[in-house]
């Protein structure tokens, strides 16, 4: 018998066959898709084309991590030298060195809040840049005309500010320029509303902001786009973001800050007080020459018992005339500033009658409401068959949905 022996294939492979099929295995297995690892940031730098490298040490043990530009424009914060962080991504090889290395997506730091973190760093860079100066603080209008507010529509933001500016200053027109306040694009919708607004020349004063929530809830307004937005708005600023202890850096570079939103509305007068102020103008006028008429008529008891009997009548009657001349011109101007005072009471009146309700009635329009109270302003709010209730000027009356006249609605 002869024995034979089998001798083994010889594969011989290229350095970059070996590489690419590593590179595979450890991108092709589940376990290394997201993985959170913790290390010691060494190495950090960053690149013209905006990508991110640095080394994650431990101990003796050490791992290349990369993230490229989309993932890193997205960083809360930059890690440095020296920092404890935790990185999020997958483990992949870089071919062109045969090392692996994590392509990361996300970096937190370890013994601080992200979030935190990341709103010192940029407040801290922005009050470098010199954004928060008071150089550069815009002073508010006194008697805005029109007031944009960038928030959103579905908001209780909207309803406190407008609720209150209808209080205070209803002869301010309100615009609304609605944007998402919370989430991904709600920075880029509040920058963009801003910048929007800027376009119209009809804005006097500009309120950003949104109700209260946890500081994830108002991170957008924490954003640099949104900071910068704000410092490079033409229109002055008030920032209204949350409640009275939160703090953002929108309040930091706006031009003026409201504790809330309802308190936004304090940024216009409060028409009550106009009105008490013009009764005291009025008060002060009259008191005012009512003193010189008494000042006049001292003096010329004084010169009465100073002068001759000879040069008293031409003294006094020169004095009479004095007296006359002054009593017209004062009475002339007090009844001129009397209704000059009237005319702007009148004109609010007018201006605040046109903005009443019972006056849009007034002009032949109704308000239709449901049986529970709800408006009407959409046909979809009703079905065939419902009651409804008409209110006029004067007097109201039900009626029922017999017929929808517009072809679009589903009947």
């Not at 902001?209 to 946890?214: A, T, V, Y």
């Not at 002055?236 to 936004?264: K, L, M, W, Y």
């Not at 002339?332 to 605040?352: G, I, K, M, V």
């Not at 029922?400 to 517009?406: A, P, Q, R």
């Amino acid at each position: 018998m002869q024995l034979e022996f089998s001798t083994p294939t010889k594969v011989i492979r290229s350095v970059s066959e070996i590489t690419h099929l590593l590179k595979r295995l450890i991108e092709q297995q589940p376990d290394f898709q997201n993985v959170w690892i913790q290390g010691e940031v060494s190495n950090f730098s960053k690149s013209g084309a905006g990508h991110i490298y640095f080394t994650l040490k431990e101990d003796n043990h050490q791992i290349s991590v990369a993230i490229f530009r989309s993932n890193a424009a997205l960083l809360k914060f930059l890690p440095k030298d020296g920092e404890e962080v935790i990185v999020q991504g997958q483990l992949s090889l870089y071919a062109a060195r045969g090392q692996y290395q994590i392509v990361g997506r996300n970096v937190e730091p370890v013994g601080i809040g992200a979030l935190q973190r990341a709103f010192e760093e940029l407040k801290q860079r922005l009050a470098d840049e010199g954004l928060f100066d008071d150089i550069y603080k815009k002073q508010l209008p006194r008697y805005p005309r029109k007031i944009g507010v960038v928030t959103s529509e579905t908001g209780a933001a909207i309803q406190d500010i407008l609720r209150q500016l209808r209080e205070r200053y209803p002869l301010a027109k309100v615009i609304l320029h609605p944007t998402l306040v919370q989430g991904d694009g709600a920075a880029q919708g509040i920058a963009f509303a801003i910048q929007a607004m800027n376009q119209r020349e009809d804005i006097d004063v500009l309120i950003v902001g949104r109700g209260g929530g946890s500081i994830e809830d108002l991170w957008a307004f924490n954003e640099e786009r949104v900071a910068r937005a704000i410092f490079n708005s033409r229109i002055p600023v008030v920032s209204a973001v949350g409640h009275e202890t939160d703090f953002t850096i929108a309040d930091f570079v706006a031009d003026s800050r409201a504790s809330t939103p309802t308190h936004a509305g304090h940024i216009v007068p409060d028409q009550d007080e106009l009105f008490a102020q013009l009764d005291g103008f009025d008060a002060r006028l009259r008191t005012t020459i009512q003193h010189q008429l008494n000042d006049l008529a001292t003096r010329i008891q004084e010169l009465e018992t100073r002068l001759a009997p000879e040069q008293r009548k031409s003294k006094i009657y020169q004095l009479y005339q004095t007296v006359d001349t002054l009593d017209t011109a004062g009475r002339n101007a007090a009844r001129r500033s009397l209704t000059d005072s009237e005319n702007r009471l009148h004109a609010l009146a007018q201006r605040l009658n046109a903005l009443s309700p019972l006056a849009t009635l007034k002009r032949g329009y109704s308000i239709s409401r449901k049986t529970d109270g709800e408006v009407l302003t959409d046909s979809e709010q009703v079905s065939l068959g419902d009651r409804i209730e008409v209110q006029l000027a004067h007097g109201h009356f039900a009626c029922c949905v017999e017929e929808f006249l517009d072809e679009d609605h589903q009947k």
